[in-house]
């Protein structure tokens, strides 16, 4: 017998065991003989990382495949493993040191990296517990981690490879850099903070006798009517101290006011440098003034304006955001020593950043060349990890030809081999591919894949395997053995995980599983990480793995983009609005199934999942449902029949519920294969919660209470049958709870994970009619009481107008259940409808509850009244709310949403209270 209530958090650590025990979720488990192969790759999350509400979105969804294939006997793979997480692993260690009062480099690179590993052994990869916690059914023995010795080889090969073909080499360009880290970030580490800060409009003085006019005053039409003759230019930035390194002034070529003196030069104040004001697309007339300062070694926009106009990059800062003048050959070519330079040597070499920037605005107002001060709200990149504002930064690194590399990845989409789903991701992808930069590939970190380059003597690089592999070029090279020194950065995180798919299986030894499961089939990930992950996958794939044609074979044939986990207000989730929802704190409150069928429910696609942890609580409430099922069919008689044959039934309750079991099995499966998770599950929710539980069990206790043995064998053969499958269709949202159920029915061999999935082989429309008719019956009645606040336990004759032959027949069959169900006294065939009554219409006839038997019809009037009045209010005050554009405008969206919804949500409750007060109404 099942115990009375289930407890998750007993039941599902004990699951999980069994699972483990059984070895379930190996590649191939439970696969039937010569079976398709099924693989797909986990993204992989960081090894500090602990499970967050997006990790249970995304690999709630991949279980749901996964289980599904399994089931339905593939040979089935989910590769797990980490990602070294090469920033944040080395600060977690190095926050470790501090509180030893020890830096890394005191210990040197080979013991620091001793640490990590270290670390990573002792308390890392905590997430891969959480994950099981989950139910994540991952071939656990397979676990990689992007730092373990086979994918370093594979890293390995890949770069130097890659190298030898001219498609990685270094540059000098301008990367995101991390003043306090002291290393190159990806975009993805770069983190918009909104800013109060200001805009500084300077005066830059045109060269000695170079003067033009510019308008002051304009007629209605915006058409200049004054002008006068000025000898500066005004600039504004949102960043003084970077001016040090200006080394132009670029103008739109269309705007008139600057024709003139395009091709001429400024003097940059404070250092004396000649500058040229230059044409370029870049600047937008209609902003500012116009009139742009350049500075190519600080900024993206003006690395490439430079680049077209031939500007030089003048670097005016350290790595650690420091201002460097004194020394610096960049900045002092050219100059002329003067009173004004010698002052901003003093002042500015050596000082922070943000120090230099108050003494150059200061410096600029004493010169009368500061024209204005504005209050400037505006993003200012900030560094994820290190909390501070980043700076475009102009040094040496390691990049990617990502622009070669693209070229097969675009077409594959394109030509659709690789498919998005939802498809509009396409145009997002390529966007990017198509304006693809180059990949800074390199970190200047000691945590990761030191790069396999050793330097000579005068700088010659030898890009080798192996350091022996280097020495010999080097010694082929200079003719004699030489000291050589290696590159001391590491590789982008990102480099290793572009190499995922194929590197997990074990390239670039031809393993068996590489051979079996590569091309993997479905990759599902956010939308965020297309550009940093799915792309570059989609690069390295091609590139490297080629079929026996020499063919390049794609990474996956689909890429499922899913949305963002927001909270119930449609607020992103963080720490500093503390809205942030632990996916483990509702693990233990309410269990992993309650969790992840809550996020399949709510997993539409292109739609953001507003969660709100009630509804946890409430899919928490339909496992119950469906536990207390099983427990009243169990107390009812209900065991397997092995004789039991479902097309052999006989009454039409058993014949419906079958036929809606063959529907319902269509659904859950056509809704997994499109990657309609929402749709799978709410088909599964209907049909447990409303068809089985609510109906089929209820209609059946005439049955198992009464003296027809007969069909009480049946019907009770029929609902273990129905629960069976039911158990199946259910597994892949709610693994826990459906194993628990299955392992609890007498007689069964076997884990449910490997039960053959349901196929929709039933079908009797004629009896599937009829029983929906009385369904939408009595729930038509039952709604028509609940509107009229009709008491429970009142009972009225129902008055019946219109019916035909079919339906008198249906009345008569199911006299006993309509009375007992929708609280009916008699039924009456009539051929007008009685007055004051409320009427509902099913197929062709109407069906008539008089109200004056039912309730006190003056004082229901009065209370419809009442609360319709109260909602009307309530109705024009939002109404007003939303009409004010600058409530719309300036109010978080996520609050202006939540109005438009309550809006609604007021307009289908007036819309059912004014029916009801029409029926009232009449019956008075």
């Not at 025990?21 to 990382?49: H, L, M, Q, S, Y």
């Not at 004629?766 to 009645?781: R, T």
């Amino acid at each position: 017998m099942l115990e009375k209530n289930y407890n998750a958090a007993e039941s599902e650590p004990k699951i999980a065991q069994r699972w483990e025990a059984a070895g379930a979720f190996k590649a191939g488990a439970g696969a039937k003989d010569g079976a398709e192969t099924f693989c797909i790759v986990i993204p992989p999350p960081n090894v500090t990382g602990s499970l967050h509400m997006g990790h249970a979105l995304n690999n709630t969804l991949q279980d749901i495949l996964v289980r599904y294939e399994r089931m339905r006997g593939k040979d089935v793979l989910w590769q797990p493993g980490m990602d070294h997480a090469g920033i944040a692993t080395q600060m977690v260690v190095e926050r470790q040191l501090m509180e030893k009062q020890q830096h890394r480099r005191d210990l040197g690179r080979e013991k620091f990296v001793e640490e990590v590993w270290r670390w990573r052994d002792e308390s890392g990869g905590a997430i891969f517990n959480q994950l099981r916690r989950l139910g994540a059914s991952c071939d656990w023995s397979r676990e990689r981690f992007t730092m373990d010795e086979g994918l370093s080889k594979a890293v390995l090969e890949v770069f130097v490879s890659l190298y030898k073909e001219g498609l990685i080499y270094k540059d000098k360009r301008l990367v995101n850099w991390d003043p306090k880290l002291l290393t190159a970030i990806s975009d993805l580490e770069v983190e918009q903070v909104d800013t109060k800060g200001h805009l500084w409009h300077f005066r830059y003085p045109l060269e000695e006798g170079v003067t033009y006019e510019h308008p002051v005053a304009f007629d209605d039409d915006g058409k200049p009517t004054e002008w006068e003759t000025r000898n500066y230019l005004v600039v504004a930035t949102t960043r003084p101290e970077t001016m040090l390194g200006d080394t132009g002034v670029a103008v739109h070529p269309d705007d008139k006011r600057y024709t003139s003196i395009v091709g001429k030069h400024v003097i940059l104040p404070l250092v004396g440098r000649r500058i040229p004001i230059v044409a370029d697309e870049y600047p937008d007339p209609e902003e500012g003034t116009g009139a742009v300062k350049m500075t190519p070694a600080h900024d993206f926009n003006d690395f490439e304006v430079g680049k077209r106009a031939g500007l030089r990059a003048v670097n005016v800062m350290t790595r650690d955001g420091h201002i460097t003048l004194n020394g610096n050959d960049d900045f002092l070519e050219g100059l002329e020593e003067s009173e004004a330079l010698s002052r901003t040597l003093d002042e500015c070499d050596g000082g922070p950043r943000f120090e230099v920037r108050k003494k150059i605005v200061a410096r600029m107002e004493e010169l009368g060349l500061l024209d204005k001060v504005e209050d400037h709200r505006h993003k200012v990149p900030h560094g994820d990890r290190g909390g501070v504002p980043i700076e475009p930064y102009l040094t040496d690194q390691w990049y990617v030809n990502a622009k070669v590399l693209a070229e097969p990845a675009i077409a594959s989409v394109r030509e659709g081999r690789t498919d998005f789903v939802p498809k509009n991701w396409e145009k997002t992808y390529f966007e990017w591919m198509e304006n693809i930069q180059p990949w800074c590939i390199s970190r200047q970190l000691w945590w990761g894949h030191q790069i396999p380059a050793w330097y000579g003597p005068d700088g010659t690089v030898f890009v080798e395997r192996t350091e022996d592999e280097a020495r010999a070029a080097a010694n082929d090279h200079y003719d004699e053995p030489v000291e050589l020194t290696r590159d001391e950065d590491v590789l982008d995180t990102w480099f290793s995980s572009a190499l995922w798919p194929f590197s997990t299986l074990g390239w670039p030894e031809e393993t068996p599983e590489l051979a079996r499961y590569y091309q993997t089939d479905v990759l599902i990930t956010g939308f965020d990480i297309i550009f940093f992950w799915v792309a570059r996958m989609m690069m390295m794939g091609l590139h490297f793995m080629k079929d026996e044609d020499g063919t390049p074979i794609e990474p996956f044939h689909t890429v499922y983009v899913h949305a963002l986990v927001r909270d119930k207000h449609g607020a992103k989730m963080s720490k500093s609005k503390g809205n942030v929802i632990d996916p483990l704190e509702l693990i233990d409150e309410y269990g992993a199934d309650a969790l992840r069928f809550t996020l399949a429910i709510m997993a539409a696609q292109g739609r953001d999942v507003k969660l709100d942890p009630q509804r946890v609580a409430g899919y928490r409430n339909f496992g119950t449902k469906l536990w207390n099922a099983a427990r009243f069919a169990e107390m009812n008689g209900v065991a397997l029949q092995k004789d039991f044959d479902p097309l052999k039934v006989n009454l039409t309750i058993n014949r419906w519920i079958l036929t809606e079991l063959a529907r319902t099995v269509h659904a859950i499966t056509s809704g997994i294969e499109s990657y309609r998770f929402n749709e799978a599950s709410a088909a599964a929710y209907r049909f447990v919660w409303n068809q089985f539980c609510d109906w089929y069990l209820e209609l059946l206790k005439p049955v198992f209470s009464g003296e027809d043995e007969a069909a009480k064998k049946e019907s009770q053969g029929c609902a273990a049958y129905v629960l069976d499958e039911i158990y199946k269709l259910l597994h892949p949202f709610m693994p826990f709870m459906t194993e628990e159920l299955w392992d609890q029915t007498p007689g069964r061999k076997g884990l449910l994970c490997h039960a053959p999935w349901p196929t929709p082989g039933y079908q009797d429309d004629e009896a599937a009619d009829e029983i929906n008719w009385l369904v939408d019956l009595v729930s038509g009645l039952r709604s028509v009481r609940a509107e009229m606040n009709v008491p429970p336990s009142a009972v009225a004759p129902l008055v019946v107008v219109g019916a035909g032959e079919e339906t008198c027949v249906r009345l008569l069959r199911h006299d006993p259940a309509i009375k007992r169900l929708a609280r009916v006294e008699d039924i009456v065939l009539e051929q007008e409808a009685p007055k004051g009554c409320a009427q509902i219409v099913v197929g062709e006839a109407t069906y008539c509850l008089p109200l004056g038997t039912l309730i006190d019809v003056d004082a229901e009037k009065a209370r419809l009244q009442k609360a319709i009045g109260k909602l009307s209010a309530e109705q024009a005050k939002i109404a007003k709310k939303l009409e004010n554009e600058k409530f719309v405008a300036n109010a978080r969206p996520e609050v202006v949403q939540a109005e438009r919804d309550r809006l609604a949500e007021i307009e289908g409750q007036m819309e059912k209270l004014t029916v009801a007060l029409d029926r009232v109404e009449e019956a008075s």
